[in-house]
């Protein structure tokens, strides 16, 4: 649990978390209810996992969080950018995967802002007092 020295965690950052948890659901929901939709299952547990660890690793204010998004959206533009074309990068893309990657996006935003940061470094200040 938090130590109760730690300040109280802004709200975009609980936004942040929560639309990442809720992208996971979107993406679990749609492949519990629509399995025919889903192309790889083992990418689907992949990102349900991934984005529900990010979520939990935003809340608890691990700043790390922030470059692995950033990383998973560089992976997918360099997917887009070595595509055919644009409409064979996004062939088999559904609505809700889009859904849930403009959540994502808005996550990201939310944990760069500069009050989310300064949050994050006073997490890692009361982390490194403790080791």
Sequence with gaps: MFPA??????WP????????LGSAAILLVVWLVWPETVVSNGARVFFVMLWTLLAYAAFRGLGWVRVAIG???AASAWGVANAESLAAAFANTTSSE???SAMQVGALVLLCL???G??????????????
Excluded: I
Aim: glycine content about 2%; aromatic content about 8%; proline content about 8%.
């Design 98 to 100: 889009l859904l849930c």
């Design 118 to 131: 300064r949050w994050f470094a006073a997490v890692r200040e009361v982390d490194a007092a403790r080791a």
């Design 5 to 10: 020295d730690l300040p109280v965690r802004p």
């Design 13 to 20: 950052v609980s936004v942040a978390a929560g639309l990442l």
């Design 71 to 73: 990383l998973v959206f």
């Design 114 to 116: 500069p009050h989310s």
